[in-house]
């Protein structure tokens, strides 16, 4: 099982899905940390409460975009009720393991959970581009 999880892995950092912007998202967020400058970019486009389409963007490591896309590829074409419960089990999984990857993966949640802050304050009125949110952890740095 575990030769299939790290296949699983490989292909993701080789061949990220749902890598990049979406032509009109309803949501726009963004996970920072400005001590590093790494960031995650997610896009969100949903309709009546499914998300009928997902992309991500970082200048993060390889963790971030593996997880990126992994996180992408579970919650696109569900609702945001499970996507939401996707990122508290992806959260708490990831939160057994390396701080580096504790990290990258707050970064992608944390920039989930902003591009539906983002469409909640759009559908409110709000003319912000995007919503940001600065994580608390930092990658380790690997010498």
């Given at each position: 099982?575990?030769?299939?999880?790290?296949?699983?892995?490989?292909?993701?950092?080789?061949?990220?899905?749902?890598y990049g912007p979406l032509e009109n998202p309803t949501g726009i967020g963004v996970g920072?940390?400005?001590?590093?400058?790494?960031?995650?970019?997610?896009?969100?486009?949903?309709?009546?409460?499914?998300?009928?389409?997902?992309?991500?963007?970082?200048?993060?490591?390889?963790?971030?975009?593996?997880?990126?896309?992994?996180?992408?590829?579970?919650?696109?074409?569900?609702?945001?009720?499970?996507?939401?419960?996707?990122?508290?089990?992806?959260?708490?999984?990831?939160?057994?393991?390396?701080?580096?990857?504790?990290?990258?993966?707050?970064?992608?949640?944390?920039?989930?959970?902003?591009?539906?802050?983002?469409?909640?304050?759009?559908?409110?009125?709000?003319k912000e581009e995007l919503h940001a949110i600065e994580i608390d952890m930092e990658c380790?740095?690997?010498?």
């Open positions: 099982m575990e030769n299939n999880l790290n296949q699983e892995i490989i292909e993701h950092l080789m061949h990220p899905r749902n920072h940390s400005e001590k590093s400058g790494e960031f995650v970019i997610f896009y969100l486009l949903t309709e009546d409460k499914i998300i009928r389409s997902v992309g991500y963007a970082t200048n993060g490591c390889h963790d971030t975009v593996v997880l990126g896309s992994m996180f992408t590829e579970m919650i696109k074409g569900e609702s945001l009720e499970y996507a939401d419960k996707a990122a508290e089990k992806l959260q708490a999984k990831v939160a057994l393991g390396p701080i580096k990857q504790q990290a990258c993966a707050q970064m992608v949640l944390t920039a989930f959970k902003a591009a539906q802050i983002h469409e909640t304050n759009r559908l409110k009125g709000s380790e740095v690997e010498e």
